[in-house]
């Protein structure tokens, strides 16, 4: 038991992917700022637009490069993991869909990465939510879209906010979750639910405090998401993210973590609250066998009404569905989105 809070505590610190500048020397290439190589097969543009917050997103925008302007598309709306950016796993996503013949976006949350929002570094479900359907926005106006073939990937954390936009946007005609976390789960509980009652009021009592400093101040107060070090005592979910957030494999600068205050607001986060009325849109939940988020996936499954669909990737953890091409189901996501969005 000890060593179950132990792991709830560290995942929690985890994944809100809090990483203050750490690894400075790992850059990347600036002519082309992604953690996955770019495809010659597509064609990619950076583009900009609003939310209902009057914040304005980045996102980028990918293209198949045999693309008749003249014909319409279905589109696939790609969000990165909670703290994650763009650069990484979400834009591989979207590259990857748009070689297959879909055009592929993949967005900054606002409060992350190149996205707007004051000040950065806090979270709010709602506007993540929010994000999705901004993003449905933009690319269903697009002349070459088919605005009613449109669909979401969402990764991580962002599982859980695609979910919650699809409940209220019925714009999105499916959704696909991969390695999803509930992230208000996550903060109330802890992994595998271990923190009890209450140990969670306390936290509560001690982020009103936090927020009073805030206030005074006028400057949030960040936290790491993982230990700046890993020794033979970490554990194995610690391990898991810093071999992928801290190292070149995924590290990227804007690639940063939220306000201490901001696991209040997420504590009050219920994603899967109104999942049963995404229904009969198609739900397809991709997680990995040995993923220790497994779980998140497997309990949405049970909420969610037909069609739905679990997915489990063999030989695959949690990260390896963050960049592993070879473990992800990509084959899988195409087939389900060609089916679902004709």
């Known amino acids: 038991m000890n060593h179950e809070r132990r792991q709830g505590k560290t995942v929690m610190a985890v994944c809100a992917i809090l990483i203050s500048g750490l690894m400075s020397g790992c850059g990347v290439d600036e002519s082309w700022d992604k953690t996955f190589a770019k495809s010659e097969s597509v064609i990619h543009q950076k583009v900009r637009f609003k939310n209902r917050y009057d914040i304005t997103l980045v996102a980028d925008l990918y293209l198949p490069k045999n693309i008749d302007k003249t014909k319409t598309y279905p589109a696939i709306v790609a969000g990165h993991p909670y703290g994650g950016v763009k650069e990484q796993s979400s834009g591989l996503y979207a590259q990857t869909m748009a070689e297959r013949g879909f055009v592929g976006i993949a967005f900054d949350n606002s409060f992350c990465g190149e996205s707007g929002g004051t000040p950065h570094r806090i979270a709010s479900p709602e506007i993540f939510a929010e994000d999705f359907s901004a993003a449905v926005d933009y690319i269903g106006t697009r002349p070459y879209v088919d605005r009613n073939r449109i669909g979401v990937i969402g990764i991580c954390g962002s599982g859980g906010f695609s979910v919650s936009a699809a409940a209220i946007d019925h714009r999105i005609r499916a959704i696909a979750t991969v390695s999803m976390y509930d992230m208000g789960r ?131 953890g949690h990260v390896d569905l963050y960049d592993q091409v070879h473990l992800i189901p990509f084959d899988k996501l195409q087939s389900f989105f060609t089916k679902n969005l004709k």
Not at 264 to 290: H, K, W, Y
């Open 186 to 316: 996550t903060y109330r509980k802890g992994f595998r639910d271990v923190i009890p009652f209450e140990q969670r009021m306390k936290m509560l009592d001690s982020l009103g405090e936090m927020r009073w400093q805030e206030f005074v101040s006028g400057k949030v107060q960040p936290t790491d998401g993982y230990p700046r070090k890993i020794d033979a005592n970490s554990d194995p979910v610690a391990r898991e993210f810093h071999a992928y957030y801290a190292q070149p494999r995924g590290y990227h600068p804007r690639s940063t973590g939220f306000s201490v205050s901001s696991m209040g607001v997420m504590m009050n986060f219920f994603p899967f609250s109104q999942i049963d009325t995404i229904s009969p849109r198609p739900i397809l939940f991709v997680a990995g066998e040995n993923a220790h988020s497994r779980y998140y996936s497997e309990d949405a499954y049970k909420l969610a009404k037909e069609p739905k669909e679990l997915y489990i990737v063999k030989g695959a």
